[in-house]
């Protein structure tokens, strides 16, 4: 799977420093994010939710704004809009549902389709 940063990266990985501005193209291996074959994280780990995103699709950029938008809105969410969310067969797909006493995003929704995440936001938006 290809990933690009949608925030810069600047870390300290196993291979030494790296500084990644946004929009540089990376690679998922074996659920590893490398960049120029280094191993830099985990893809299911809250850095790569956080730095990088998925782009095989060409909708990166969006992805990123749109994730970023919903995880915001997600903590600021008052009880009507989390009744809606809770509603929607689609926010409940892509919940952790190990964690049904906050609402926490699983890895899938890092990953979906920007179809999925226009929906969920719209979702959300029922309940505003």
């Known amino acids: 799977m290809k990933y ?29 994010i490398y960049c120029g074959g280094r191993f830099l994280v ?32 997600t903590g600021q969410a008052d009880a009507e809009t989390l009744r809606h969310m809770e509603d929607s067969a689609l926010c409940q797909a892509y919940r952790k549902q ?12 890092y990953i979906a389709p920007v179809e999925d995440l226009r929906d969920i936001e719209a979702a959300m938006k029922k309940g505003a």
């Open 98 to 109: 190990e964690h049904q006493d906050v609402w926490l995003w699983s890895h899938e929704f």
């Open 4 to 32: 690009m940063v949608s925030k810069r990266f600047r870390e300290t990985v196993e291979s030494g420093s790296v500084n990644l501005p946004y929009g540089t193209e990376c690679e998922s291996r074996n659920g590893r």
């Open 42 to 73: 985990r893809e299911k780990s809250r850095k790569a939710h956080t730095n990088f995103v998925r782009n095989d699709d060409g909708n990166g950029a969006e992805r990123a704004k749109l994730t970023q938008r919903i995880e915001r809105e």
